[in-house]
């Protein structure tokens, strides 16, 4: 009956124009992994990786890589500029665009150079020679770019271990997701929101410059690709740094504050994005004593005129989007 039931889910997403993926997966034979999350946990992938991504150079793919590649994936999708971004635990540590590869990925790295230490890596250009060059100098166990230029490849090739992908053109990721809970399965659509400058409600007084208008949305993008609860701070098209995975919005703000402060960044004129609404002005104000000028968040809660009000104040533009964005 578990099999059966998955045939009818996979059939109906396949019918539902979700590219015949689900339905593939529940046919398929299922590759073994070495182990689940941790060693002493069997696993297993039901899929075909080989239709997005050939493998290049390195050792077999984890269970944990799965999930890193998977939203990093998610992630890189969001930008259209020439954009790199480092992940850890499916949270991006790093990211900045930029019209010139190896400047992104040097700001990507300046973000966190902590945590890019093991990371996935992943680029929606080509990788060239200067900018393997400078890749190649830490330690990451993954890598994913659309190609990469002969004598890069020559470079980050040297480590035996180093996992190379190249992620293939056209191949889009279902329109569905699943989740295991309890003793069945949760089905959702993917969230495939994203904000446009047409989406942005100017709610206080002042207004958001063209600027802080361009580093809303880019810190949107991240925030909405991060664990709940989130926050991200950016400047200039380069993420500061986030909290994520927090049990209150304030710990998820004054930890993204530190790790800032802890790499250097000069948060005056920078801004703030929130996944979810702020039920207090708690966070705003924190934010503002810290110099960030602009926040973009979803708005909705019955308590906004709070934040708005606060922020009318102390002479802090803000606009809302109408859209949440939890990852749980």
Not at 48 to 57: K, L, S, V, Y
Not at 173 to 198: A, C, F, I, M
């Amino acid at each position: 009956f578990a099999v059966s039931s998955h045939y009818d889910s996979a059939i109906f997403n396949y019918f539902d124009g979700d590219n015949g993926s689900a339905f593939r997966a529940a046919v398929e034979c299922p590759k073994s992994l070495r182990y689940g999350e941790n060693p002493h946990q069997q696993g297993a992938f039901f899929g075909d990786f080989e239709a997005m991504f050939d493998q290049i150079h390195g050792k077999e793919i984890s269970y944990n890589n799965l999930l890193d590649i998977n939203a990093a994936v998610d992630l890189i999708d969001e930008f259209d500029e020439v954009t790199f971004a480092i992940l850890k635990h499916n949270n991006a540590c790093g990211l900045a665009s930029r019209p010139v590869l190896v400047d992104a990925w040097k700001d990507a790295l300046a973000g966190d150079p902590v945590s890019a230490f093991g990371g996935v890596l992943i680029t929606n250009a080509v990788i060239d020679k200067a900018t393997a060059e400078e890749v190649n100098k830490i330690f990451f166990e993954i890598i994913i770019a659309p190609d990469y230029d002969v004598d890069a490849l020559e470079i980050l090739g040297q480590k035996k271990n180093r996992i190379i992908l190249v992620r293939k053109e056209g191949v889009q990721l279902p329109k569905k997701q699943y989740r295991s809970v309890l003793n069945g399965v949760l089905v959702q659509d993917r969230d495939l929101k994203t904000e446009t400058p047409e989406d942005l409600k100017q709610v206080t007084d002042k207004a958001a410059t063209a600027q802080e208008i361009e580093d809303m949305l880019f810190a949107n993008k991240i925030v909405k690709n991060s664990k709940s609860n989130a926050i991200v701070l950016a400047k200039n098209k380069q993420l500061c740094a986030s909290g994520v995975g927090q049990t209150s919005r304030v710990d998820a703000l004054k930890h993204a504050i530190e790790k800032a402060k802890g790499f250097g960044f000069d948060l005056q004129g920078a801004v703030m994005a929130s996944d979810a609404f702020f039920p207090f002005p708690d966070c705003v104000e924190i934010a503002g004593n810290e110099g960030i000028t602009a926040v973009i968040q979803p708005g909705g809660s019955v308590k906004d005129e709070l934040s708005f009000q606060y922020c009318n104040e102390h002479g802090i533009a803000m606009v809302t989007t109408g859209f949440r964005h939890f990852k749980h």
